[in-house]
C-alpha cells in the first residue's frame, strides 16, 4: 500500500496512492530505515482505517498522539488525519483564515474587521469555534443592541458573521452554521437618507473652490457615480464625447462577470463640468480627477467645509444621497431597469437604499388633475430636471479637442462656468 523513497541526501519519504488515485508524499526527514519501515506500517494503517471509514485502532491513535506538530500536520495535508489546528480551531484564528481567503475591496475588509472586533469582544479570542451555538450567536447580537449599535450596523455585522461561518461549516470546522437563523433586519436606515435638490447643488457648486471640485460633485449629483471609486478611475478616454456618453469603470462590481463597467449618457450638466476641467487638463494627462488620489485623501471633510461655505447644512452620508438623489430623479423620467443600468444597481438594491419619497411628491399629489394636464411641456421638463437656464442644454454643449487627450472634430463654444453658475459665451 505504501513505499519508501530516499533521496541523495539521505531524507526518506513515504509514497502511496490515495482513493482519489493521485499520489501522495509524506517527508519524514533523515531517518534509519527500520524508522522508516516502522513509519510506513503506521501510514499503511491510517490509509486502511480511511478506506473503511472508521478511526484507527488505538495503539495507532497513541502513536499518532505522540507525533510532534510538523509530523502531524504533514499527516493531514495528505489526508490521513484532521489538522490538530483545525480540530481545535478557535473563534479569532478562524475569522483570521476567513479574511486571508477573502478577495474583496478594502471597504468590505473593513467591515469583516468590525465584525471581528465585535465578536472577539463577545466571545473572547480564544473561544473554542465549536463551542459557539445558536444560542450564544443570538446573545451576541443583543450585545450588539445593548451597545447602541444602530439596526443597520448590527445586520451588516450579523450577515458577515453567516458567511465567516458559513465558510467555516464549508471547511469542514463545525457541522453547521450557529447564526444561520440570527436575525439581520434591514440595512436601510431611513432617518440617513436626504434628497440633495437642485438648488442644494447650485449652491454648492458656486462655493467650489475650482473647476475639479464642481466636476466631483456633478459626478456625484448628475453622473449618479460611487465616490471616490468611480470618480478616481475616470480617464479621459473613458469620455466619447462623439456620442455623448462616458464609461464608468464599476470598481464595486469589477469581480462579477458582466458588470465590470457601464456606460451612461453625457447629461449636458455633466458634459459642462467635463469640458471645464477637459481645457485645463496638461496635455498627456490621463485621470479626469489628478488630486486627492492617496488613501489619506478624505472628501467628505472638504465636501464638509465647501457646504458650510455656501451656507447649506451638511446632509447625512454625503456623497451617497448625492447618488440617492440622482437615482431618485432619474426613475421619475426613465424606466427603472434603464436607470438600474446607468447607475449600476439593482431595481432590488435601489428600492431599499437609494429611491426616496421627496417633498415634490407630495405636492404634485396635491394638485387638480386639471392643472396636471394644463402644465406645458416645458415646465414639465424643468421641474423633472430636464432643463436648467445655468446648466445649459445640449444645444450648447461642445466637444473638445485637445491633442493626446481626444481625437474629435471642431466643436462650437457654447458656455463657462463661473463662480455664480454657467454663464453663455459668444460664439465666433
Aim: glycine share 6%; aromatic share 6%; charged share 25%.
Amino acid at each position: 500500500m505504501a513505499s519508501i523513497g530516499t533521496d541523495p541526501n539521505g531524507y526518506r519519504r513515504i509514497l502511496f496512492v490515495a482513493r482519489d488515485g493521485s499520489r501522495k508524499t509524506i517527508r519524514i526527514g533523515k531517518t534509519t530505515r527500520r524508522q522508516a519501515e516502522a513509519f510506513k506500517v503506521k501510514v499503511e494503517q491510517l490509509i486502511a482505517a480511511a478506506v473503511l471509514g472508521h478511526p484507527p485502532d488505538e495503539e495507532t491513535s497513541r502513536w499518532l498522539a505522540e507525533r510532534d506538530d510538523l509530523i502531524h500536520a504533514r499527516l493531514a495535508a495528505v489526508g490521513l488525519v484532521k489538522s490538530r489546528r483545525t480540530v481545535n480551531m478557535t473563534l479569532d484564528q478562524m475569522l483570521a483564515e476567513f479574511l486571508a481567503a477573502l478577495t474583496v475591496k478594502s471597504s468590505t475588509i473593513t467591515t469583516c474587521e468590525q465584525t471581528r472586533a465585535t465578536l472577539v469582544e463577545y466571545f473572547g479570542a480564544t473561544m473554542p469555534l465549536r463551542e459557539i451555538g445558536p444560542l450564544q450567536a443570538e446573545k451576541w447580537r443583543q450585545f450588539m443592541k445593548g451597545k447602541g449599535l444602530a439596526e443597520p450596523t448590527i445586520s451588516k455585522r450579523v450577515k458577515t458573521a453567516r458567511q465567516a461561518f458559513r465558510r467555516a461549516v464549508k471547511w469542514k470546522l463545525i457541522a453547521e452554521n450557529p447564526f444561520e437563523d440570527v436575525k439581520a433586519g434591514a440595512q436601510t436606515n431611513r432617518a440617513r437618507m436626504h434628497f440633495v435638490t437642485r438648488e442644494k447643488m447650485q449652491k454648492a457648486l458656486n462655493a467650489c473652490p475650482d473647476a475639479e471640485w464642481r466636476l466631483i460633485v456633478v459626478l456625484s449629483r448628475i453622473g449618479g457615480l460611487r465616490c471616490p471609486s468611480e470618480h478616481l478611475a475616470l480617464t479621459w478616454p473613458d469620455a466619447d464625447w462623439e456620442h455623448s456618453q462616458v464609461r464608468i469603470k464599476s470598481c464595486k462590481t469589477e469581480h462579477i462577470k458582466g458588470h465590470e463597467e457601464r456606460v451612461i449618457p453625457m447629461f449636458p450638466e455633466l458634459r459642462r463640468a467635463l469640458l471645464d476641467v477637459f481645457e485645463q487638463a496638461a496635455p498627456g494627462e490621463r485621470f479626469v480627477i489628478t488630486r486627492y488620489r492617496t488613501k489619506n485623501s478624505n472628501l467628505r471633510t472638504q465636501l464638509t467645509r465647501i457646504l458650510k461655505r455656501a451656507g447649506v447644512a451638511p446632509w447625512p452620508r454625503l456623497f451617497h444621497n448625492l447618488r440617492s438623489s440622482r437615482q431618485t430623479e432619474l426613475s421619475e423620467r426613465f424606466p427603472a431597469h434603464v436607470v438600474c443600468q446607468w447607475m449600476g444597481n439593482s431595481e432590488k438594491i435601489a428600492k431599499n437604499h437609494y429611491l426616496q419619497v421627496t417633498d415634490s411628491h407630495f405636492l404634485k399629489a396635491l394638485e387638480e388633475p386639471s392643472e396636471c394636464a394644463a402644465q406645458n411641456p416645458a415646465q414639465q421638463a424643468l421641474e423633472s430636471g430636464c432643463a436648467d437656464s445655468q446648466w445649459g442644454g445640449a444645444e450648447n454643449a461642445k466637444t473638445p479637442e485637445k491633442p493626446g487627450l481626444a481625437n474629435s472634430r471642431e466643436y462650437a463654444r457654447g458656455s463657462v462656468m463661473t463662480p455664480t453658475g454657467f454663464e453663455p459665451v459668444s460664439r465666433p
